[in-house]
Structures are given as C-alpha cells and as structure tokens.
C-alpha cells in the first residue's frame, strides 16, 4: 500500500474548492489518511519546493504557497502516487485534459490548485514536511 502528499494550494482553497477536489479522490476509491488547514512557513513552503531552488518562479512560487492557507492531505491506495496524479492534470493547464482537477477548474499555471507527490522517495519528504507520524490514521476494518 502506497502513501502520497496532497495539497490543496491557496487558490483551491479561496475558491471554495476544497470539498470536490478531496471528491475526486474519493471516487477514485483511495483512503484519506490525513488532512489539515495549514498557513504554510516560508521555511515549509521551502522545503517543499526545495527542488525547484534555483529557478526564476522560485520566490513567486513560495510567496503563493505562503500567501494562505493550504488543505494538506496524505492519501493511501495501490499505485497512489501515479494515478493520484493522473486525477489532478499536468502542471500547465494549456497540458491538463477536462476530466483532470486541472483541466476542469485550473486557468493560469502557477495557479494550478493542487499539488501532488511525483514519486516515493518525494512523498516521504512531502509528508514529514506537514504532518507528524501520529497524525496519520489507518483503517482496522474495510467498510
Ligand atoms: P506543482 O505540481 O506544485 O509543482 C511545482 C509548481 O511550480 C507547479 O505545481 C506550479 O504551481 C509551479 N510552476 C511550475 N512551472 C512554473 C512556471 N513556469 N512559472 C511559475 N510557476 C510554475
């Protein structure tokens, strides 16, 4: 069972799009492991995007991410990682397909609503970024 770093950025959250972006999820039949309002750092925000250090949207991209609060979510299922990514579009939104998080409510690029792990290794660090080990619940039963 795979484990993934989701967030809602600012713009998902101001928009009121909280509720039907975890729905895509959802109906995708993964399991919401944790979730929380968080007002991103600096620091956080940072750390986050460490790999993009360097780059000329580096400090918009921090200032955005800062700039209010994020619905930061860890998810679980097979293949999580891969498909969860499937289900929210490519970066650019000219890219993203109607049908994707992206494709149906993200206009402008940086202002893409939602962010989502790219691999493992980047999921373990996304997480350990936001949440605490005890924050993260696990299912006993299937229902
Ligand atoms: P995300 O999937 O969170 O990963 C990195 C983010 O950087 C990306 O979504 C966009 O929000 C942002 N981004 C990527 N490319 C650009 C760009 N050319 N200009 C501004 N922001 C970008």
Redesign the pocket.
Known sequence: MERTFLMV?PDGVQRGLIGRIVSRFEDKGFKLVSGKLVLATEEQAKRH?AE?EGKS?FG??VD?ITSGPVFAMVWEGDDVIALSRLVIGK??VTEALPGTIRGDFAAH????LI??SDSPESAEREIANFFEQDELLGYQKTI
Do not use: Q
């Open positions: 950025k995007y993009h949207f918009e991209l955005f970066t650019k690029t940086p202002f893409n962010h989502g």
